[in-house]
């Protein structure tokens, strides 16, 4: 399959999703996740009209960064952050939603240039305290997001996650509305928060249907990764 067929089938998807759960697509934002795969396919995604794009790899989305910086990408960083990478991302990507513990927020605010505006965040939590997958716990997450909401160069967007990968849609519907409702429980008390990041290839329409803002597709738009 191409690029163009591929685009169509998840288009297909996601439009027979939001009609039968009576969701305004045009809400619904499309991270195209391009880890692993090279500039050219960026552009071509680019060209299909597509935008934000996520990266988890810090060395070779510089240099994707670099070279593409002649088209009006977002960048999105989605990967495991080290302490020592927080400078390189705070200067090169818009968006870091695998935020998931005070030291790295404080680092990206501190290092944010100043000529930028506030870098958007979202706090990765671990909602099914996987021991295998990063993420703030449940339990920290209150601390979290109100030292996010407090840092003056932090705009705080929501939330991203990831649950435990299974084929089974019950089990997805399950687990990606209780990823909801914390949501909107913490949307109380931070009711600017607009992003609940959520869903990937094989799980897209669990999440929608349970209220995701964005999905991050890789597989199903790029192809599979090496
Ligand atoms: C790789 C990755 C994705 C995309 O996964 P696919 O199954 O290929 O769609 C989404 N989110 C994160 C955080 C990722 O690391």
Not at 36 to 49: E, K
Not at 172 to 193: D, G, L, P, T, V
């Amino acid at each position: 399959m191409n690029i163009a067929n591929r685009i169509a089938s998840i288009h297909t998807e996601i439009e027979q999703c939001c009609c039968k759960y009576h969701i305004n697509i045009n809400e619904l934002k499309l991270l195209a996740v391009s880890k692993t795969h090279p500039a050219s396919a960026i552009q071509a995604a680019y060209d299909a009209g597509f935008t934000e794009f996520g990266e988890s790899y810090l060395q070779e989305a510089l240099e994707k960064v670099r070279s593409l910086r002649n088209l009006s990408i977002i960048w999105h960083f989605i990967g495991p952050i080290q302490s020592n990478k927080t400078r390189d991302i705070a200067a090169n990507f818009d968006w870091v939603q695998s935020v998931d513990r005070a030291r790295i927020l404080e680092r990206l605010n501190q290092q944010r240039p100043a000529h930028l505006p506030k870098i958007n965040i979202c706090l990765q939590v671990n909602y099914f305290a996987e021991s295998q997958k990063k993420g703030v716990s449940v339990e920290e997450l209150p601390e979290l997001l109100e030292l996010a909401h407090q840092l003056p160069n932090i705009r705080l967007r929501g939330l991203m996650a990831i649950p435990p990968k299974t084929d089974c849609f019950e089990t997805q519907m399950n687990q990606y509305r209780q990823i909801a409702e914390c949501y909107n429980h913490y949307r109380q008390r931070y009711s600017f928060m607009d992003t609940l990041s959520m869903g990937m290839s094989n799980d897209l329409s669990a999440a929608i249907a349970n209220g995701s803002s964005m999905v991050r597709i890789g597989t199903a738009l790029f192809g599979k990764r090496q």
